[in-house]
C-alpha cells in the first residue's frame, strides 16, 4: 500500500519570515523521512562517519555518501528574522530551488523551499512536526 508523504501546510503570513523560536522541518525525498531541528547555532548538514560531532546533522542513514554529501556540506543559520543555507565548499554542491549556490555565500530560505544536497533532495517548512501522543 502506497501513502502520501506527509507535508506541512505554506500558509504564512511572509514565507521567508524566520520568527524566533521557530524549528525547522527537514523531509528527505523520495523517503520521506523528517526531522525537526533548532536553529540556534548554525547547524552542518552532512556526513559524521559514525562520530557524534556538535551542531553536525548526521545525513549518513539517509545514503549520503551515494547521494554525494560532502562530510560538511552546507550550514542552516539564523540570519534575524530569516533562515539562510551557506554551500562549505562541497564537492558535489548545493542547489536552492534549482539554483546552483555559490560556495560560502548566505542564500534566505523560504518556508516550502526545496534544497538539493548533491543529489539528496530536502523540503524545508518553517515548524515542526507534532510528535503523536
Known amino acids: 500500500m502506497k501513502r502520501q508523504p506527509q507535508t506541512v501546510p505554506l500558509e504564512r503570513d511572509s514565507p521567508s519570515h524566520f520568527p524566533l523560536q521557530t524549528s525547522v522541518l527537514?523531509?528527505?525525498l523520495?523517503?520521506?523521512a523528517c526531522r525537526t531541528v533548532e536553529i540556534g547555532?548554525?547547524?552542518?548538514?552532512?556526513?559524521?562517519?559514525?562520530a557524534p560531532a556538535d551542531n553536525i546533522l548526521d545525513l549518513t542513514e539517509l545514503n549520503a555518501?551515494?547521494?554525494g554529501?560532502?562530510?560538511?556540506h552546507c550550514a542552516l543559520q539564523r540570519r534575524g528574522d530569516y533562515l539562510?543555507?551557506?554551500d562549505l565548499g562541497s564537492a558535489n554542491g548545493t542547489f536552492l530551488n534549482d539554483q546552483k549556490l555559490m560556495p560560502y555565500i548566505d542564500y534566505i530560505v523560504s518556508h516550502?523551499?526545496?534544497l538539493i544536497l548533491g543529489t539528496l533532495h530536502v523540503a524545508v517548512f518553517f515548524g515542526g512536526m507534532d510528535t503523536p501522543d
Open 69 to 72: 554529501v560532502s562530510r560538511r
Open 30 to 32: 523520495p523517503s520521506g
Open 84 to 86: 539562510s543555507v551557506i
Open 26 to 28: 527537514l523531509q528527505f
Open 65 to 67: 555518501l551515494a547521494h
Open 41 to 50: 547555532e548554525p547547524l552542518i548538514l552532512g556526513r559524521t562517519g559514525g
Open 112 to 114: 516550502g523551499d526545496h
